[in-house]
């Protein structure tokens, strides 16, 4: 049988990737971009940006953007396509949103069923107008203004996508805005800023809240940005090889932000033997080594407070516990319906399918590890949901049986995992 084995270099991160496209179209003068992940949905932010007056190329590796400031976003003259990623449609309506232009977004059948209003609602409350289909989803209409009015906003749902909409709008706007999160989300924005010299508070509640004040318009100089490697990529890896008998693996460059590598802490409380070395500081994230060899996992429970933190990582968490003994309880997962695919149901669906003990009882998933896979010949349903594909591809590393319906859809986020996974495998 095949083991995990040997030294990887994990390709940039989605988020950061996406942040460093549109602060640096925002800014003024040349950017260049190294280490950018060239997967779908960042070829969707390319794209919507190029839409709205941006120059963006790429030479000798690097990806070369020439930013027209805050307020530099031209009237696109067709419809800015999303596709598949909510962090585009999501971060680029709160953008554009203080220019005064029209847009008219859109994006493939997944996106079109996930909610806009959680972001067009707070951005209303600053004077910009929106027309969303059944006053919710894309298609959906922007009608920006140049006079955005700032106000004291509190995110309800914790979302980083929410947060940096509103702060991409905010560039924008005169006067002290101020953004309040009742918990701290991936904070990748926040990083970014600092990196590049937007001067902003961040003020840290006793109650766990987070309150960050922008004073704009801003005038932003251009930097150059490296991305650092994507921790939820290196998650599949690193559960491969606590699974597989002999792996031993090093995964380097991965971003070790607070807000993004909470589920390595569960994995090591399941048994897990994970190593973290840090190394350098890349364009104000942290990076460092990750080392992971083959474990014996137990199932854990998972508080629900978590969730904000392990909310992409749930579905290769679900893989662990599948190979972990005793039961692993993942509470308070409901905003899992609202991500590519209703993820508690094509978690708990293809984990059935494959013979493992998996129920979703009101919003927690509950599943008992089992040492038998099912020995029939079982089509895991991605429901074209990226991360589901990736991770029941690590599944079938232990069970030849286990076939994936559509492995195309892994390059939303990963287009080269299959050979990077390739490079890793060992007899
Ligand atoms: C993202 C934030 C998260 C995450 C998504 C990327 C981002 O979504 O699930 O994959 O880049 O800000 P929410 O902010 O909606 O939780």
Wanted: charged share 25%; with cysteine.
């Amino acid at each position: 049988m095949y083991k995990l084995f040997g030294t990887l270099n994990i390709p940039g991160d989605k988020s950061v990737s996406h942040r460093a496209l549109i602060l640096s179209s925002m800014s003024i003068g040349k950017s260049e971009i190294t280490n950018l992940l060239e997967a779908d949905d960042i070829k969707a932010t390319i794209k919507i940006l190029k839409q709205l007056g941006i120059t963006i190329h790429k030479k000798l590796g690097k990806w070369i953007v020439y930013g027209n400031g805050t307020n530099g976003f031209l009237q696109p003259k067709k419809d800015l396509n999303a596709l598949n990623s909510g962090t585009t449609a999501r971060t680029m309506i709160g953008a554009v949103s203080s220019n005064p232009i029209k847009c008219r977004f859109t994006g493939d059948k997944s996106l079109s069923k996930r909610s806009m209003s959680r972001v067009t609602v707070y951005l209303e409350k600053l004077g910009a107008r929106f027309k969303l289909t059944k006053n919710d989803y894309l298609p959906l209409k922007t009608f920006g203004t140049s006079k955005l009015i700032p106000e004291e906003i509190t995110i309800k749902k914790p979302s980083a996508q929410i947060k940096t909409a509103l702060i991409f709008a905010g560039l924008n706007m005169g006067g002290k805005f101020s953004i309040r999160e009742k918990v701290l989300t991936r904070d990748h924005t926040e990083k970014l800023l600092k990196y590049l010299n937007v001067k902003h508070k961040i003020i840290k509640g006793k109650d766990g809240s987070n309150l960050i004040e922008l004073k704009g318009p801003y005038e932003i100089y251009s930097k150059n940005i490296r991305v650092a490697g994507d921790p939820s990529s290196a998650a599949f890896f690193i559960v491969g090889a606590l699974i597989i008998p002999g792996s031993k693996i090093t995964l380097k460059n991965v971003m070790l932000n607070p807000t993004r590598i909470e589920y390595l802490k569960i994995l090591k409380k399941m048994g897990g033997k994970i190593s973290v070395k840090k190394t350098n500081n890349v364009s104000g994230e942290q990076c460092g080594n990750i080392s992971v060899c083959y474990s014996k996992l137990r199932g854990i429970n998972i508080n629900k407070l978590l969730s904000p933190f392990l909310i992409d990582e749930y579905p290769i968490l679900s893989i662990a516990a599948s190979c972990a003994t005793g039961e692993t309880i993942m509470n308070g997962v409901s905003e899992l319906r609202h991500k590519e695919s209703d993820r508690i149901k094509s978690i708990v669906l293809n984990l059935k399918k494959v013979g493992v003990k998996a129920k979703n009882i009101g919003d927690n998933i509950h599943i008992t590890g089992s040492s038998s896979l099912n020995k029939k010949i079982c089509k895991i349903k991605t429901f074209g949901d990226h991360r589901i594909a990736c991770s029941f591809m690590i599944l079938a590393l232990l069970n030849k049986n286990i076939k994936i319906d559509n492995e195309k859809c892994i390059s939303v986020s990963y287009p080269k995992f299959k050979k990077d996974l390739k490079s890793l495998l060992k007899k």
